[in-house]
């Protein structure tokens, strides 16, 4: 498996972390490592160390690793919102073109301690669906400006590992029509979970 960081983020659209954020809580103090979740330098170390504590609680495998997956394409989105349940959902792709899309969800909020799986489903999707999710990300392009970042909101992280090549990137709370929330809720979507207008942020 190859992992370009020349390249990283260069088919999903470009982000950045909050400019502000609140003082790291003591979970976050956990490195990212075993397993390692995203290759040195994909995002800062306060943002791998929270991150990884989200994909650690969940008991989710390490995409950019790519072992654990036999050659196939795998995309992950994973949404941390400040006071609501972090939620992660993981499509692998069938080599004919079908896939699975694997949801979890925990009990904690994301911005503090993630708690503990609540939720852990998996739910077959057709190539057509597949088809669709990989157009809106194609199509989707780099933001007009640079996100303003705030303490209170979500973290929207896309993972993508396509053809043995990983490539991650994040937005802050894009907002309705945002092309980079569209591509990530059609994901959630397909799992048939539902959240609510008011803590879609």
């Not at 809580?25 to 956990?30: H, Y």
């Not at 993972?159 to 029509?177: I, M, N, T």
Request: hydrophobic content about 40%; proline content about 8%; glycine content about 8%.
């Amino acid at each position: 498996m190859k992992v370009n960081l020349a390249v990283v983020g260069l088919t999903l659209c470009a982000g950045v972390m909050p400019a502000q954020r609140r003082a790291p809580l003591k979970p976050f103090d956990q490195p990212d490592a075993n397993p390692q979740y995203f290759p040195k330098g994909t995002f800062d170390d306060f943002a791998s160390r929270w991150y990884a504590q989200a994909l650690r609680a969940m008991k989710e495998p390490s995409i950019s690793a790519g072992s654990d997956f036999g050659g196939v394409d795998v995309y992950r989105f994973l949404w941390l919102r400040t006071f609501d349940q972090p939620i992660a959902v993981r499509l692998v792709v069938k080599p004919d073109a079908s896939g699975t899309v694997h949801l979890k969800v925990t009990s904690g909020k994301g911005g503090y301690d993630p708690g503990r799986v609540i939720v852990d489903q998996s739910v077959p999707v057709s190539a057509v669906q597949v088809g669709v999710f990989r157009t809106l990300l194609k199509n989707c392009p780099p933001p007009a400006r640079r996100d303003a970042g705030g303490n209170d909101g979500a973290q929207w992280i896309m993972e993508v590992l396509e053809r043995g090549h990983y490539q991650a990137r994040e937005r802050w709370s894009p907002e309705p029509g945002d092309k980079y929330r569209e591509v990530c809720l059609y994901l959630l979507g397909l799992t048939k979970f539902t959240v609510a207008a008011k803590d879609s942020y």
